[in-house]
C-alpha cells in the first residue's frame, strides 16, 4: 500500500517528503484554498518539491465535460511529471474522464461514496478512485467496508483501477484500509506522524539509551568502531 499526502502546503510537503516514503501527492479545491496562495505557484512548487517521479493529483474545478479535459490538458502541461486530474465522479466526469484517458492523462476519479461509483469509473478508465473513509464513517455509514468491496470487486472482474483511499482522521481507519488490499492511502502530514507513535517504542529507546550509558558513558557507537 502506497503512501501519498493529502495536503498543498509546501512545508509539511517538504518534511514529508525528507523523512517519510511518500508516493505522492493529492490536492483538492479545499486543501489549495487553505494555502490562500497564488494557485499556479502553489502546484508547480510542489512539483519541484517532489520530483517528477512521484504523483501530483489535482483536481479540476470545472463540471462540464468540456472543460475538464481542457483544465487536466493545461495542468498536465504546467506541472509535468507523474500527473493525474482528479475528477468527481458526475456524468460530464466521467465523459472527461474517457477523453483524457485516450489524451493519455492520468485520472483519478474522486468523491467517491459506493461501490457502484467506483465499478464505472474503472469501466470508464480511471486509473485511480478515491473512496472517503471518514466522511462514510462520520454519517454511520462504513467506509473500511466500502473500500474492501471496491477492492474486491476490482479483483474480481481483473480491472487494473487502484483504490487510493481518502479521508482519514485517524490510525485505525488507516491500519483497517491497509487490510483491505486497498492499493494507496492518501493521508495529511499529522496523521502520518501518528502512525508511528507508540509510548513504548519511546519507552524502548529510552532504556536503550540508559543501558548503554551506564557501560559505555558518553561515547556512541561510531566512536568506538573508529
Ligand atoms: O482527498 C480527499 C480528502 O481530502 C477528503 O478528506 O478530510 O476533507 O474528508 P476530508
Known sequence: MLYLIDTANLDAIRTCCEYYP????????????????????????????????????????????????????????????????????????????????????????TAIFTQPQALVAARAGADFVAPYINRLDNIVSDGVHVVEEIVDIYRLYSLPTQVLAASFKNAEQVHKVSLTGAHAVTINPDLFDTLLYHPLTFYAIDDFAKDWENVYGEKKVSDLVK
Open 22 to 109: 511518500v508516493a505522492g501527492v493529492t490536492t483538492n479545491p479545499t486543501i489549495i484554498s487553505r494555502e490562500n496562495s497564488d494557485f499556479k505557484t502553489l502546484v508547480t512548487s510542489i512539483r519541484s518539491i517532489i520530483g517528477d517521479e512521484r504523483m501530483l493529483h489535482v483536481q479540476t474545478t470545472a463540471t462540464e465535460a468540456e472543460d475538464i479535459v481542457k483544465e487536466a490538458e493545461m495542468l498536465r502541461s504546467l506541472v509535468g511529471g507523474k500527473f493525474y486530474i482528479k475528477i468527481p465522479i458526475t456524468k460530464e466526469g466521467l465523459k472527461a474522464a474517457s477523453v483524457c484517458k485516450s489524451h493519455g492523462i492520468g485520472v483519478t476519479m
